[in-house]
């Protein structure tokens, strides 16, 4: 990846916000901690807030905007690490209460879902990041794909890695790595 194109530095930025801080925030965090909710109800917990940022790129980009079974459908079946479906639409906040995260799991279905989300932006071409995409039956309207990776899944995953610091040092804990 040594030539600099947008794809590469779309890749890039995906390999920063996923692994350098979501991963390296998450490290040591127990199954107790993964669970604590703050006072409140209205913050997700660590472990759902994980899984949220995990489905996002499975199901909105893998398999809406690349029109693949997404991997929690198929080859992770039955093996996200999550006790109850990602809900798709509805209460989210209901539903991050509620569900129970093994995070051994959760942490493989990242790691596949991620290293298919690399393995797709690599097959792109600066072109294609102009593609228009019609995500209104998922409620983010007309967007381009490149718009798309940067301005919600990039953003997406970078908010809920701070969300997820803030509920760590809610605990006492440190939240980010450094």
Known sequence: MSQQTAVNLIRAQFRAVHHNWLEATLQGVTTEQAHWQP????????????????????FLFLGFVRQQT??????????????????????????????????????????????????Q?????????????????????????????TCLLVLNAAAHTGEISVVKGLQGLQGYPF
């Not at 209205?42 to 759902?48: D, E, L, N, S, T």
């Not at 209901?94 to 279905?109: G, M």
């Not at 932006?121 to 990776?149: E, K, N, R, W």
């Open 39 to 58: 006072p409140g109800g209205r913050v997700a917990p660590i472990g759902a807030q994980y899984a949220h940022i995990i489905t996002a790129v499975d």
């Open 70 to 119: 997404p991997l929690a459908l198929s080859a992770f079946a039955g093996k996200t690490g999550m006790s109850l479906p990602y809900p798709l639409e509805g209460d989210w906040i209901a539903w991050a209460s509620s569900v129970q995260i093994d995070l051994a799991a959760l942490r493989r279905y990242a790691q596949a879902t991620f290293a298919a989300l690399d393995e």
């Open 121 to 149: 932006l690599a097959a792109l071409s600066d072109d294609d990041l102009a593609t228009a995409v019609d995500m209104t039956p998922v409620g983010l309207g007309q967007q381009t794909v490149g718009s798309f990776l």
